[in-house]
């Protein structure tokens, strides 16, 4: 039974940092990879960072490269985004997410995923 439980919304003003955790109640190893997506209100779904769980090669939406970091921890039983330099058009409900092999649209893209959780809110103001 795959669970993938994200914490560590908030709110937060522009400039901010938060960090994001996505727990699974197996082993996270088990996926070779794992990811983060978001959604705004009236927007698709995004990718924003996606990590191999096997090499640890990472990989990033350009809206986002160079603010947010994907990882996971030594045990591999959890994986987390630290996002930084926080601006409004970041706020969505952030989804982590799990796949056993890469889409043909690569990792960013939702429909190569299996696996979800039920999403973590972040509010960014001005």
């Known amino acids: 039974q795959v669970q993938l439980v994200e914490s560590g919304g908030g709110s937060v003003q522009a400039g901010g940092s938060l960090t994001l955790s996505c727990v699974d109640s197996?082993?996270?190893?088990?996926?070779?990879?794992m990811a983060w997506f978001r959604q705004a209100p009236g927007k698709e779904r995004e990718g924003v960072a996606a990590?191999?769980?096997?090499?640890?090669?990472?990989y990033y939406a350009d809206s986002v490269k160079g603010r947010f970091t994907i990882s996971l921890n030594n045990a591999k039983t959890t994986v987390y985004l630290q996002l930084n330099s926080l601006k409004p058009e970041d706020t969505a409900m952030y989804y982590c997410?799990?796949?056993?092999?890469?889409?043909?649209?690569?990792?960013?893209?939702?429909?190569?995923?299996?696996?979800w959780g039920q999403g973590t809110q972040v509010t960014v103001s001005s």
């Open positions: 997410a799990a796949a056993s092999r890469v889409a043909p649209g690569g990792l960013l893209v939702s429909y190569g995923y299996n696996y």
């Open positions: 197996g082993y996270i190893f088990r996926y070779n990879y």
């Open positions: 990590v191999w769980t096997r090499g640890g090669n990472t």
